[in-house]
Structures are given as C-alpha cells and as structure tokens.
C-alpha cells in the first residue's frame, strides 16, 4: 500500500457562505475524500468582506483586519476537519487555501485574495500553499478559472465529450472534449443575483430548492435586457466576480419597473440558467453530459432551465462521477497545492490566456 498523501483543500467562493475545508489523500491516481467540513463565516466578518467587494476610502485597514479574521476561520475550520478525521496536524502534507477574493482586476495585473496565510501556517502548525492566481495574472492571463487542470485530471473521459460547470457565486465551465484542447471561462452569474433578490426581500440566504423562483412567471423582456450584458457575448479567455454583477448592477436594470417580486427571482434563475446554456452551445456544441458542481446542484429550478435550453444533452451532479458537487473546488486547491509542490503547472494558458504554463502558488512553510 502506498504511504497517503494528505493536502487540506480550503475555499470560500463568490458566494460568502462558508469556509469549506476538505481532508484529501491523493496519493492515488484519484483524489480519496477523507473528510469535508463546512464551516459558517460569522456574520459580521461576512459583511465586512461584501463591503470591501466594493471599491471605498480606507479599505487597506479593513481588509487587513478582515483577513486576520478569516485566517482565524480557516484555523479553526482545519481543526475541526482534522478532528472529524482523527489525522494529526503534523500529517498532513499541506493546505492549499484559495483565499476570499475581494477585488479582481486582472486587466491592471493584479487579483486579491484576502486571508492571512503567514496566520494560517503559524496557528495550523501546516504548510501553507495560496495565492494561486497572481502569477496566472502576471503571465498575462485571467487568473481565472483555475479548476480546469483539476477537472482535466480527474474527469475527462476518451469516450464522451464533457463540461464541467461550477455554479458557485459566479459559474464557470470547463470543456473536456474527447481529444483536443480543453477551454473553460466564467459564463457570468452563478448564485450571486439569486443570493441578492431573496436576500433582500426574504431576508434568506438564498432559495432553497429553488422554491421561490418557481412560483413566479419568467418577465420576458426583463430577460432580454438582462441578457443584453455585454460580458456574456465576450470572447473567453474572460473571468468576472462580484466586480461586474453586483446589486447596483441589478438595480440599474430595474430601474422603472414595477414587477412581482417572485417573477423577478424566477426570471433572474431562468437568466442564470440561460448565459450557462449559450455558454455551453456556443464553446461545446457537441456535448454528451454536463457535470455540475457547485451549490447551483442543490436548484431543480435552475438546473431545469439549464435542462430545457439543453435539449438532448445529459445533465447530472458530478456525484454521478464519484465526486460530491460541493467540494470539488476545496478538493480542486488541494490538487492545486500538490501540484506547487511538484513544481509543476497549475494553470492552462488555453484557459486564462497566460503566455504559459506556470506553477502557480507561493509557500508559507510551517
Ligand atoms: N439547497 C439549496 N438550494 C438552492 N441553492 C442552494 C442550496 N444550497 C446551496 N445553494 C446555493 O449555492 C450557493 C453556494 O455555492 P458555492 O458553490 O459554495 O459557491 P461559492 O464557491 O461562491 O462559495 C449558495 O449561496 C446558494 O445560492
Ligand atoms: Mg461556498
């Protein structure tokens, strides 16, 4: 038997709901989930991160502050993966944490991900791998997505042509032709204006179920304007975040109107579902089966939409590939970091326009 090769893959996306912290051997030629924790962002901490989303004065103390905090998250959520588990700190090879991104503005070289790695490895006792996007940045790529080398290694298939598609707070896909190079991008939102309409009218989190969206009729013209959007008919590589689709950017385009609530939560899933849709026909026409991941598996409603603008194509949780939806991105920054360690490339330069391939990530040993 081979020794095990333990990484701790950590991830807070777009989406501000949690820490996910995932315990992975990956000794193997696939990555074995040990263990999986998701641990809730304390309120305060989570608003303080939605606010330096936004450019304002005086973010450079905040934002220091609000990394330590989240250092403290991740802390904590290690310990309470690694007591699940029962696998001692000095065990596990090392953590790959994405960070919190609070700005992303790869056209001026540079991407933030917030979290105080030099904290992390000094409280966790483990080697810390992070900041995996800037060198993707200054080669001159997007930064972003960065999952598609993970979704190569573990789910591409010679016999069926597949996409991988993360709905997280922003979605992003991932071609796996049968042969041939593989693509990925961000087609636009994943949960985010969801999140935002319920959240403001509901005071939830988001629609579980998708429930609310579908009891309303889809606004017809609301859509099309929406779809007006001029990120969406960009050609990739593009990457996108809070930065372009944010409440003001929502409220712009409802300025005037004087629609039931509920038809607007159901319109904004059926738009979510729509840019993924024309995302996916137009870099994959001939697609076999689309994976999804993400906490957009957890939407019938939405994953009916994706459905019915898809007809013919097969539609699954990437469960049905041995891999559960909701940590395939914490798994994904375990793989991240396992490959810093090799030195080898993390990054696909066809994917985020990066003048090459580049190991991506900088070390903060224990
Ligand atoms: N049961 C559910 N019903 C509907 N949506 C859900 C459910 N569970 C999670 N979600 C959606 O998934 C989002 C979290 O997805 P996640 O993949 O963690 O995103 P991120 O990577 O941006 O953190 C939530 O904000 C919510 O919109
Ligand atoms: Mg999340």
């Known amino acids: 038997m081979t020794r095990p090769q333990l ?7 777009t989406s501000l709901d949690g820490v996910d912290a995932v315990l992975v051997d990956l000794a193997g030629a696939q990555p074995r989930l040990i263990a999986a924790q998701g641990s809730p962002l304390p309120e305060a901490l989570r608003r303080d991160l939605l606010t330096l989303q936004a ?33 001692a700190a000095s065990d596990v090879t090392a953590i790959g944490n994405h960070g919190q991104t609070i700005r992303h503005r790869p056209e001026r070289g540079y991407t933030i991900q917030l ?14 791998i992070g900041d995996f996007r800037s060198r993707d940045v200054a080669a001159g790529g997007q930064g972003a997505p960065l999952v598609p080398a993970f979704h190569e290694a573990i789910f591409a298939d010679a016999r ?17 032709p049968r042969s041939g190079d593989i693509t990925g991008f961000d087609t636009g939102p994943g949960n985010v204006l969801m999140d935002l309409w319920i959240h403001r009218h509901r005071g939830a989190a988001y629609d579980a179920g998708g429930a609310w969206a579908a009891s309303g009729k889809i606004l017809d013209d609301l859509l099309a304007e929406l779809l007006r959007e ?53 870099t994959a026409p001939g697609v076999d089966d689309i994976f999804i991941c ?54 696909v330069p066809a994917v985020t326009g990066a003048a090459g391939s580049r190991t991506l990530g900088a070390l903060w040993p224990a």
């Not at 990484?7 to 996306?13: A, N």
């Not at 905090?69 to 991740?74: F, G, K, P, R, V």
């Not at 979290?115 to 810390?128: K, T």
């Not at 459905?307 to 909701?326: E, F, K, N, W, Y």
Request: aromatic share 6%.
């Open 294 to 347: 993400g906490g957009g598996a957890h939407n019938p409603t939405l994953l009916a939409a994706l459905a019915r603008d898809l007809p013919g194509v097969s539609i699954a949780s990437t469960a049905a590939l041995g891999v559960d939806p909701d940590w395939v991105e914490a798994i994904a920054f375990a793989w991240l970091a396992e490959r810093f360690i090799q030195r080898a490339a993390g990054n």
């Open 7 to 13: 990484l701790i893959g950590l991830m807070t996306g």
């Open 55 to 87: 450019p304002a004065p005086n973010e450079i103390d905040l934002a220091w502050q609000a990394g330590n905090a989240l250092a403290d998250c991740y802390v904590d959520a290690v310990a309470a993966l690694l007591a699940k588990a029962g696998v």
């Open 115 to 128: 979290g105080n790695n030099a904290r992390l490895a000094e409280r966790s006792g483990i080697s810390v």
């Open 160 to 176: 069926r042509h597949r996409v991988i598609v993360n709905i997280g707070g922003i979605a992003n896909l991932t071609d796996l």
């Open 230 to 282: 001029p990120y969406l008919a960009l050609p990739a590589p593009k990457s996108t975040g809070r930065d372009l689709f944010h409440a003001n950017w929502l409220a712009a385009r409802l300025t005037g109107r004087t629609d039931r609530i509920e038809d607007v939560m159901a319109t904004l899933t059926t738009y979510t579902a729509r840019t993924i849709a024309d995302a996916v026909k137009a």
